[in-house]
């Protein structure tokens, strides 16, 4: 089992790679305002320009909504040793990011793998950066753990209500990134980020019990973002 | 805004955050994981052998505590830590397992916070909450073996890992829990400790009488259980006696008087 985990996440490893490349291209591409020709067909056909006539207007748009403007990084912060990130910009405040994170005993020195899939939304509290460069943020992430004995439907042998879904958590967090400009041919922005997440049931018993301090349901995460062209 | 503000502003956020990392707690992989600190691995073999060499002298009359469920009831359970600590007549506290709410990592390091604050060496049995996640393997990580028996002072302590739903088995190990039974040593007693009692619904009918019948064929008149959260002392079947230790949050602790000719037990309210 453990084994298959494993290749799973060297494929999504891999494929992200491909991908993270894939879009170098492409913004590369977008940065001369054409499409390269030794971009893949693929894309080259995505990314071409269409034309849509509404009324006595012609609107002209390129499909490149799905491509993730964000890559990430990150260490820590409960959802791996380290996982990856493909984020959006939705609006100026709202970025949301998807994660695939990963943690074993040779990745992390954990005696039992874990992957975790967690969407992070992020909301950025202000437009402009403050201190020219620090952008503080927070929101709540949506994790799901995979691991032993995790699950979110309590098997049919249980009473009803046995136990609370243990396969799903909410991490409120806050946060803050360092975004500098950068003249890279693909990207244009990097940012170096931290931030504290308190899983619901950490956050709970520091609710609930003194002696749970609130900062004992914190955990820390470093990351960083590339932002494409 | 001037460069010189702004760079120093940066520094000292950055100053602030590897200060904060500088405490390990802070940094959490999973909530799953399985990284047990070195200072708390193996505790129950670390902590028996706390009890030695006294634990290998010939049967003279001791006590001892016997707790259960903490869960998450962190600050009851301090309470009952507090009041372990005010009496002086005890060798050792047993916890009949459930030291967790969900087996998350943090909680097992928060047991093992408040359980070494005991003065006296404590023995932790596995309970079924223990199991959920990884919790199984991180109870072994960080107390050894979940079946498990040792010697005191000529009385033999069995230790039974009962769980079924949630380590996804069948049934216990009765082959273990009736070797383990055995009195191979001219014991006085031999006493055994389960989390689950026998009549809880994850017993199946034949796993409830079986436990019974090995108490019955060992020559056994006492059990000692956990899960129920509350206190109580009953014959269910036949002669045989279960006593169920209560969670902290009733302020109740259970002492295990073992007599020269008899067991008995004290339920004091603190």
Known sequence: ???????????IVLIGIILVSVFDVKAQADAGDSIRTDMPKVLQKAYRERTVVIKKDTITYRHRWFIPGQYKLQYAGSIGFMSVGFGYAITPTYQPALFFGYLSENFGGSKNSVVSIS??????????????YFKPYGGLSIT???TNNTFKRLPDYYPKEYYFQNKIHFYPFLGGELKFAINNRYFDGVGVYTEFSAMDAYLLEAIRTKYVKPHMALSMAVGVTFYLR | MNPNTSWRALASILLMVLAISSCEEIIEYSPYQNIVKSKWKKQNISNY???????NE??????????????TYYDDFEKQVKYINSRDDLDFIVHLGDITLSANAREFDWYSDIMNKINIPVLTLIGNHDCLGNGYDIYTEMFGESNFFFEYKDVKFVMFDNIIWEKKVQDPDFN??????????????????????PWDSQFSMGDEFLYNQLMLKHNLDLSIHGHGHGYSYMQPYDDVNYLSVPAPFTKELIILDVQADTIKHEVIKY
């Not at chain 1, 089992?1 to 494929?11: D, G, H, S």
């Open chain 1, 1 to 11: 089992m453990t084994e298959v985990i494993k290749y799973c996440f060297r494929c």
């Open chain 1, 119 to 132: 969407l992070k939304n992020s909301f950025y509290f202000t437009k402009q950066p403050l201190f020219r």
């Open chain 1, 144 to 146: 799901w753990g995979n």
């Open chain 2, 49 to 55: 052998n706390k009890l030695l060499p006294v634990a």
């Open chain 2, 58 to 71: 010939p049967f003279e009359p001791f006590r001892i505590g016997l707790i259960a469920d903490s869960h």
């Open chain 2, 176 to 197: 273990w829990f009736d070797k383990a039974l055995v009195n191979d040593s001219e014991y006085k007693y031999v006493l055994p400790f389960a989390h689950l009692p």
